[in-house]
């Protein structure tokens, strides 16, 4: 489904019934035309994948089973997607991806799901319970990443602005960076290992906190 000034175009429906051991499949696509400026999404324990693309558009996908759906709205440029349960609330199974231009604003919010990113910058936030998160490729930017016990794997091409990772109780933290000079703060109760950068008092803030699991920073 296009957005085109007020009115609403279906760009893509599908929806597979898969046999009777099987529930049904739904998938639908939207693109989103205008100057959307943040994309929030919230999936349960759907997995998000969100690709950064040249242009103007914003494409979502969505792909779920057995009765689960999704809804969207759009206000003042900020674009709101999520997995919406049988009983009306937020969250279950549905899948979500996202094509957006890297200059895009992005939040997302899982359970169990696992969020992969590529390709982004500017400013970003991830949170899971227990979801892996994969941040890759990512140009200068202020990034956030939690989760509760999910491992934390992100890599910028460019050197980032802010980088805040939290992995909770057990979640493994991996960051890579250009090599340079950076502002460490490092707490975890597995091992620490950094190398390829520099600590000290300038250059961009990286803080990596995890109770039990092991915090990686490599320069390349």
Same mark, same amino acid.
């Given at each position: 489904m ?18 009777d ?71 279950? #199974? ?51 990443t ?33 090599q ?8 975890? #109760? ?28 490599? #320069?390349?």
């Open positions: 296009r957005r085109d000034g007020m009115g609403w175009v279906i760009c893509g429906l599908l929806s597979v019934a898969c046999g051991d099987h529930p049904e499949i739904n998938s639908e696509s939207y693109e989103f035309q205008g100057a959307i400026h943040t994309v929030v999404i919230n999936a349960g324990s759907g997995s998000v994948v969100l690709t950064g693309k040249a242009g103007s558009l914003v494409s979502v996908s969505f792909s779920s089973e057995g009765g689960d759906s999704f809804q969207f709205e759009e206000v003042a440029g900020r674009l709101s997607v999520g997995s919406l349960c049988q009983d009306g609330t937020l969250g279950c #199974g549905t899948d979500v991806a996202v094509l957006a231009p890297p200059g895009t604003d992005f939040e997302i919010f899982t359970d169990s799901g696992p969020v992969t990113v590529t390709g982004m910058d500017v400013i970003g936030r991830i949170e899971t319970t227990s979801g892996a998160i994969f941040a890759l490729d990512l140009g200068p930017m202020i990034l956030s939690r989760s509760l016990s999910g491992d934390h794997q992100v890599t910028f091409d460019e050197v980032p602005l802010e980088v805040e990772m939290e992995g909770g109780q057990s979640g493994a933290l991996s960051l890579e960076v250009p340079g000079d950076y502002q460490l703060d490092i707490s975890a #109760g597995g091992t620490i290992q950094t190398s390829g950068i520099q600590d000290g008092p300038s250059g961009p803030e990286l803080t990596l906190s995890t109770n039990t699991g092991d915090v990686t920073v490599t #320069g390349r």
